[in-house]
């Protein structure tokens, strides 16, 4: 497989219910990212992984629970949502080429076909 | 004041027009600037990245930079019905965070 990976695709929970989901990447890649996306609202990032380590957090409720286990793989992990967390969950990947006097950096972030969740 | 601000459209125009799509942002110290279009029901793709002051041009897509007015915009030339998606700006701000617009929705009539 190429590019990043996303599964499940389809995914409808109660909210009771724990799933995880599942992102990987075969771009050789060093940061990945967890967007969520709802209707009518911009992309909201929600978790960056740098060299498998969280580096960005951005006020994501608790019963968001993200794991990096190495540079390729992240999971999401849900425990206890709320209808209003129904979404796409997007999952993407860049590679971070640092900033000291790299003129031509850039951090194209490439994207997974997402999660789409109904939490019921 | 958003970080990123674009006009919510929809944008209309007919096939064959050229398309203007706008974008704003707050951050000055901003260095990296993104478009990515979005089918419906799909994952939003990258189209154009633009760094430096000035235009730079891909095919029908040309992607336009002004730092000092903190605008980039992206131009469609010659407009084709399959152009119809919503267009996503994107800025890496000064404080390392890549923030996305809301989109802008471009419909390109026949």
């Known amino acids: 497989e190429t590019g990043v990976t996303q599964t499940p695709r389809h995914l409808v929970m109660g909210m009771t219910n724990k799933k995880s989901l599942k992102c990987e990447q075969h771009l050789g890649h060093n940061a990945m990212y967890w967007y969520k996306q709802s209707a009518k609202k911009p992309l909201e990032l929600m978790f960056v992984y740098n060299f498998k380590e969280q580096t960005e957090n951005n006020s994501v409720p608790s019963r968001f629970s993200p794991e990096c286990p190495n540079s390729s793989h992240l999971f999401l992990h849900l425990h206890t949502l709320q209808p209003e967390d129904s979404a796409l969950y997007l999952c993407?990947?860049?590679?971070?080429?640092?900033?000291?006097?790299?003129?031509?950096?850039?951090?194209?972030?490439?994207f997974g076909p997402g999660t789409r969740l109904l939490v019921l | 004041q958003k970080e990123v601000e674009q006009n919510s459209g929809p944008l209309s125009v007919p096939e064959g027009a050229i398309a203007s799509l706008n974008c704003t942002y707050s951050?000055?110290?901003?260095?990296?600037f993104f478009w990515y279009r979005q089918y419906s029901g799909k994952s939003p793709e990258l189209i154009m990245f633009?760094?430096?002051?000035g235009d730079k041009e891909d095919g029908r897509f040309t992607a336009q930079l002004n730092k000092a007015s903190q605008y980039v915009s992206l131009l469609i030339r010659d407009s084709q019905p399959s152009d119809s998606a919503t267009y996503l700006c994107?800025?890496?701000?000064?404080?390392?965070?890549?923030?996305f617009g809301p989109g802008t929705s471009l419909s390109v009539i026949p």
């Open positions: 951050d000055r110290g901003s260095q990296s």
């Open positions: 993407a990947s860049s590679q971070d080429l640092g900033l000291a006097g790299t003129l031509a950096y850039q951090e194209t972030q490439y």
């Open positions: 633009i760094y430096s002051n």
């Open positions: 994107a800025v890496k701000t000064s404080y390392d965070k890549v923030i």
